[in-house]
């Protein structure tokens, strides 16, 4: 963050969830205040305390959801904000064909309803969670920004839906500073092994499946496919770790500081940023079978496996152009696969209720 600068406060909505938390981290640690808006519908009060023990100091909280207008209002009225990290979402595949309003609602209303309370309190800075999955099945690899977008299942229309909304605002007004930050597969915890990823039923994604393989919660993973055309006939994707995704948002608040000082500065040209997607993910491929193997390396444990049928919906390959958030935001991922096991490993051992301690 640039120096001599007023610490600027950030609103958080989504803040208790799995990549809230760790970006409530990295923007502390940058220096950033920020306020926590969630309805804990997939997070829970531990995972907040954990974070205010791990900063060593006390989370403004607020329990509350981003459909519910009047108490957006509250929270607008009562703090000067730069900014919204936008990440409170509804975010399983299966779970959104099966109940497409649900998601819509929460996704699509919700965030309509959040922007109208920013618009109405003059905050123009916004950073959105989109996703990979807004690319639909990639006609090239890497995937760069200019990419078509295209969606098969309602989670992925919904934040396709989002994008064209702030795309649109973007065109309305220029004063909106709009950054979609399309995230490839997060995935790892923080190096204390406090905080993590923490499914409420039996996982849907491959990492935390891996991990309860890993601690006997899980007899064994089932690998969606052997034949694709890739290294090893498995799926490719483009896991990044949290922690790095975390400091992608860092980036991208201290790139809209930046703006903000350079058109107060009143030397420039007044410098709208409108509608940014940014791709973050590491440019790498890792297979589901190589992501196995690193796992078992790492924990010692044995990953018993089998191969079943593909999974609808699913693509054979999937991995960033990581040059427009180097540009930009002068960010890259950092880690490693080895370390995304690492940590995803001691937070599960120390931890392998998640945040049931009960
Ligand atoms: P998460 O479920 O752990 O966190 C989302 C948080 O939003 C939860 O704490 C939940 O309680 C809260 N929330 C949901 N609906 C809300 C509402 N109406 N009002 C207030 N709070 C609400 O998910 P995550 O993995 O941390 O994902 C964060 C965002 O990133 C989501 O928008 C998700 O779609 C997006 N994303 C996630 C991934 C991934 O693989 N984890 C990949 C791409 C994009
Ligand atoms: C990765 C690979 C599976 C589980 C999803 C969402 C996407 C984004 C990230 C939010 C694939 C294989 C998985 C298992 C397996 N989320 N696999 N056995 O599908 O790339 O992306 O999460 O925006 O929108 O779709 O991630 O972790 O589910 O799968 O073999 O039990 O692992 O087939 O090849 P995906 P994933």
């Known amino acids: 963050m640039l120096e001599n600068f007023m610490k600027n406060k950030i609103l958080v909505t989504g803040g208790a969830g799995y990549i809230g938390t ?43 959801d981003i459909r519910d207008a009047e108490s957006l209002k509250q929270v607008f009225a009562a703090h000067h904000f730069f900014g919204v990290i936008h990440f409170a979402g509804l975010k399983a595949v299966g779970e959104s064909v099966a109940k497409p309003l649900m998601y819509y609602n929460n996704n699509v209303s919700g965030t309509i309803t959040l922007l109208e309370m920013m618009s109405e ?33 309602p989670y992925g ?14 065109v309305s007004d ?23 990823e923490d499914p409420n039923d039996i996982p849907n994604n491959l990492m935390p499946y891996i991990s309860q393989v890993a601690v006997d919660k899980l007899e064994k993973l089932s690998i969606f496919g052997n034949d694709y055309s890739t290294v090893d006939g498995t799926g490719v994707r483009d896991f990044i770790h949290v922690t790095d995704l975390a400091q992608g948002h860092v980036a991208a608040f201290d790139y809209l500081e930046k703006q903000t000082r350079l058109n107060e500065s009143g030397t420039t040209q ?55 958030a180097k540009m930009l935001l002068g960010w890259q991922a950092e880690l490693s696969i080895t ?10 051992s120390m931890y392998p209720n998640g945040y049931d301690v009960s």
Not at 40 to 57: D, H, K, M, P
Not at 157 to 170: G, R, T, Y
Not at 339 to 348: E, F, K, S, V, Y
């Open 22 to 64: 760790h970006t409530c981290i990295a923007l502390h640690e940058a220096g950033y205040d920020f306020v926590v808006y969630d309805n804990l519908f997939n997070s829970s009060r531990e995972a907040i305390n954990r974070v205010s023990t791990l900063i060593g100091q006390t989370i403004e909280f607020i329990e509350g």
């Open 174 to 196: 220029d004063s909106w500073n709009l950054i979609a930050l399309r995230y490839f597969n997060p995935v790892g915890a923080h190096p204390s092994g406090q905080i993590g």
């Open 339 to 348: 370390d995304m096991c690492q940590d995803t490993w001691r937070w599960q």
């Open 157 to 170: 229309q919904s934040k396709l839906a989002v994008e064209h909304i702030l795309e649109d605002l973007a």
């Open 121 to 153: 309190y003059d905050v123009k800075n916004f950073v959105f969670s989109s996703s990979a999955t807004v690319y639909g099945n990639p006609e090239s690899l890497p995937i760069d920004e200019s990419s078509k977008r295209s969606c098969t299942n």
């Open 270 to 324: 007044q410098y709208s940023v409108g509608f940014l997607p940014i791709n973050l993910g590491t440019g790498k491929g890792t297979s589901v079978l190589e992501l196995v193997s690193a796992f078992s390396d790492v924990s010692g444990q044995a990953i018993p496996y089998q191969f079943t049928d593909r999974r609808a919906g699913d693509i054979a390959s999937c991995y960033a152009s990581v040059d427009k």
